[in-house]
């Protein structure tokens, strides 16, 4: 078994990747929404834990699914399908929030030179590796000190696709938990 497969949270240790979310686990969803994004955005970017791309994904997907999931209790299932430019907004925020606190971990606490993970006070035993691009630049640092309404276009875009992409697994699940109630299946 690789070091990778051990991975069971993200770096910083505040999530579990089998944290269960609208009854799947955070894992689940984040290979179904990225699975959807690629089909829109047509990349073929592979995520797997341990990684920058991963621990990525877990934040912004926890943070959104949550939001989601708190809508939904609070507004019922169908408010999912129609979507206000407020709710909206609000997303590219969590996105960006989201994004910014990993990527900040990623840069001041550089996991795959640190053996400990301070949250989970456990060794990291190498799980987590170094990103495939420089994360300290100057372009994301500037990203990171922004507002989401002063993001460049091409990132409001990434962001607006996962949302979609979100919303459209979300849908997905809404129906199929629908029919199993009524056991249709």
């Not at 269960?20 to 797997?48: C, E, F, N, P, Y």
């Not at 849908?171 to 056991?183: N, P, S």
Request: net charge positive.
């Amino acid at each position: 078994m690789s070091s990778i497969e051990t991975v069971t949270h993200c770096a910083c240790g505040s999530i579990a990747f089998s944290c269960q979310i609208m009854s799947r686990s955070i894992s689940d969803w984040i290979a179904a929404i990225h699975l959807s994004i690629q089909s829109v955005t047509g990349s073929s970017k592979q995520i797997m834990p341990g990684k920058y791309g991963y621990d990525v994904n877990a934040h912004v997907q926890s943070a959104l699914l949550r939001y989601i999931e708190h809508t939904i209790k609070s507004q019922g299932s169908s408010s999912i399908f129609s979507i206000g430019l407020s709710d909206r907004q609000m997303m590219l925020d969590i996105i960006h929030n989201a994004w910014r606190n990993n990527y900040m971990y990623w840069i001041n606490q550089r996991p795959y030179e640190s053996n400990v993970c301070p949250r989970l006070r456990r060794v990291h035993a190498g799980e987590y590796k170094k990103p495939s691009k420089q994360l300290d630049t100057p372009r994301y640092h500037l990203l990171c000190s922004r507002y989401p309404s002063n993001l460049p276009s091409e990132t409001i875009h990434l962001y607006n696709a996962i949302i979609d992409s979100t919303l459209a697994c979300v849908k997905d699940w809404i129906v199929i938990q629908g029919l199993e109630a009524m056991q249709i299946k």
